[in-house]
């Protein structure tokens, strides 16, 4: 079974709406992070950029502590990503922890690992990459968000029984407010201990057709995730998207596909293909694909598969199929 990377995370796009929501702008995050500006709009990240957000904020922000309870609470339920937003619609706090638990496998860099015991219910943050565990600040706010989860879908202020945290928070009295009970830094393990109680809490923002559209949808891509197709096929998929475009390069697909041009080449080599193979296969097959079509003149193909002129793509065309497109587009025809 085949993880999702942790070096492919997805910053939603609500995370930079609800810093503004506080005064903190996304771009200060991004120089505090020492990273380009573009990063704001970059659809996936490194586990290690991820991190440098995270600890840029708390560090705006004046601290892990204040910085954890003041985005747990402004950040709009409507903003969160769909595998977020669909725990708001289970029938009670406990279906939709567990729906979290489930899809935040969707979500590297952490994993949580739920179970009841007696009168309490356990949570432990476990990261994917032990040898890289993200700051302080971003277990905080994990925690808080499962509780402000079970606060905004009972309509009923919920406290922790306990919250365990390894890394150091310094001042933690606001933490304690926000939670309800004591908060421990210093220990052996990133655990929140929930009232088992609360679990059986039915959640007022219930929708079971919204769940039946949204559970088949999220299983699909985390089935995905868990058994990912070849690189080869992503990246033909991805080239098929680009070729009307003009030239592409294997440092464009790369990016695409949230990894460095050497790790591409290196995953295409393993799978013995290449991408100058690729690229040909695919125009090859999106040729044929369009020449199907009789309202597009070859021109226009040549064009929609990515060459500059046609005589380009008549050379290329002969040595895929041994004619001229006009040729084999009659021979289909008859």
Not at 49 to 66: F, P, V
Not at 166 to 183: H, K, N, T
Not at 238 to 254: E, M, Q
Not at 295 to 320: C, H, P, T
Request: hydrophobic letters at 40%.
């Amino acid at each position: 079974m085949n993880a999702p990377s942790a070096d492919r995370i997805k910053i939603a796009p609500g995370f930079w709406t609800s810093l503004r929501s506080i005064g903190v702008e996304p771009v200060d995050v991004a120089i505090q992070a020492r990273l380009a500006r573009s990063v704001i709009d970059e659809p996936f990240v490194t586990a290690a950029r991820y991190y440098a957000i995270w600890q840029a904020y708390s560090d705006l922000i004046g601290g892990a502590a204040a910085g954890i309870v003041k985005l747990a609470t402004a950040y709009e339920t409507a903003h969160y990503p769909p595998a977020a937003l669909a725990t708001f619609h289970a029938r009670d706090y406990r279906d939709a922890l567990n729906r979290m638990a489930r899809y935040k496998q969707l979500c590297p860099p952490e994993n949580l690992r739920m179970r009841e015991d007696g009168g309490q219910c356990s949570i432990e943050l476990a990261w994917r990459d032990a040898g890289q565990p993200g700051p302080p600040v971003l277990v905080g706010i994990t925690f808080a968000y499962l509780l402000e989860l079970g606060r905004r879908g009972t309509g009923r202020r919920l406290t922790a029984r306990s919250v365990e945290i390894i890394p150091s928070m310094g001042d933690v009295r606001a933490l304690e407010d926000y939670f309800g009970c004591r908060v421990r830094t210093g220990a052996d393990r990133n655990r929140l201990t929930l009232n088992r109680d609360d679990l059986d809490r039915p959640f007022a923002s219930h929708n079971e057709e919204l769940l039946e559209i949204l559970t088949p949808a999220l299983d699909r891509t985390l089935d995905e995730r868990r058994n990912p197709p070849a690189i080869s096929a992503l990246v033909k998929q991805t080239l098929s998207r680009f070729l009307a475009r003009g030239p592409i390069d294997i440092p464009t697909v790369a990016f695409e596909l949230g990894m460095s041009d050497r790790t591409l080449q290196r995953r295409l080599t393993d799978e013995g293909t290449n991408f100058k193979r690729l690229l040909a296969q695919t125009r090859h097959e999106r040729a044929l694909a369009y020449l199907a079509d009789p309202s597009l003149a070859i021109k226009e193909i040549a064009f929609l598969v990515g060459y500059e002129d046609q005589n380009s793509f008549y050379r290329a065309f002969r040595s895929w199929e041994g004619e001229t497109p006009a040729n084999w587009r009659a021979a289909q025809e008859r």
